[in-house]
């Protein structure tokens, strides 16, 4: 069973834990691979809107994610998120159930459509992942990321449209 | 003839003057339309990498553009800009100046490609002036600007690789 809740204070900790291996290895997101804490929990939790976990009935946090506006004012009803899953909890379906919770929750908050501005080609997962659940490639990034091992590879935009 | 060069701290009056109508129009550009000039100082100047003007001989300016990263570190080499054009100064290859000016600048300061987030695609002089440019149409954001008097319309993600 995989619980979704928001993010709360205590949780930092765990969330970090699971954040860093993704942040150092530097595949799937550009963040800077010798961030820390701090910079992390900027970038996911002060400068986003509203962010959450996954956890299973022990109350391990299996994953986390966030929602914010993806542009200004004149854009914001189009949302952006970032998820990650632990490496440990891999394979289990929490990716899928974040980003099914997550376009119930967009649409709760009142967004219209949701948008992915850098899904790196080499993570076929997250591809397939965000595809199953209804997004669309509606762009190529010639090589928009620089990846650790496999110089610049392209990277998708892909997008859904919530509401009408 | 049209003079490019760095924006100035001198500047910002005349910059401010010309950014204010397009802002308060509210059709090409996601900002706020109530943005006032220390928001728009921010927006443009602050959190961005290098600012210019165009002027023409006598110095009146008739544009403004800015590049800074489309992406943190690991997407840092992709170049996004922002142009905005005197209304009184339409129809006279700012847009086209400005933009080559920006390619040859990117390029300069190390950047391999760039670009464009949110194309407005009523904004068709805009279109028409990347396309002339290079730059592709590789997405199409469905509903993605809120136009002040047509609604959700659609918008482009324009892109062009400036080194291989």
């Known amino acids: 069973m995989i619980r979704l809740r928001r993010l709360e204070e205590k949780d930092w900790p765990a969330v970090w834990s699971l954040m860093e291996p993704i942040i150092r290895e530097g595949e799937t997101y ?6 820390d804490s701090a910079g992390a929990r900027h970038m996911w939790v002060e400068v986003t809107h509203t962010q959450y976990v996954a956890e ?3 109350g391990n946090i299996l994953g986390t994610y966030y929602i914010k506006p993806n542009q200004p004012t004149l854009g914001a ?3 952006n998120c970032g998820y990650m899953v632990a490496e440990s ?3 289990r ?8 919770h997550s376009l119930d929750e967009a ?8 948008q992915f501005n850098l899904v790196v080609m080499t993570n076929a997962a997250s591809v397939r992942v965000w595809e199953k659940l209804g997004f669309h490639i509606v ?3 010639s090589g928009a990321f ?3 091992t496999q110089g610049y590879v392209d990277a998708y935009v892909m997008y859904k449209v919530l509401a009408d």
Not at 30 to 35: E, G, I, L
């Open 56 to 58: 299973d009935e022990q």
């Open 30 to 35: 550009p963040y800077a691979r010798d961030m």
């Open 139 to 141: 762009g190529e990034l």
């Open 89 to 91: 909890a891999r394979g």
């Open 77 to 79: 009803h189009v949302a």
């Open 93 to 100: 379906g929490v990716a899928t159930a974040m980003g099914r």
């Open 146 to 148: 620089q990846h650790p």
């Open 107 to 114: 649409l709760r908050l009142g967004y219209r459509a949701m």
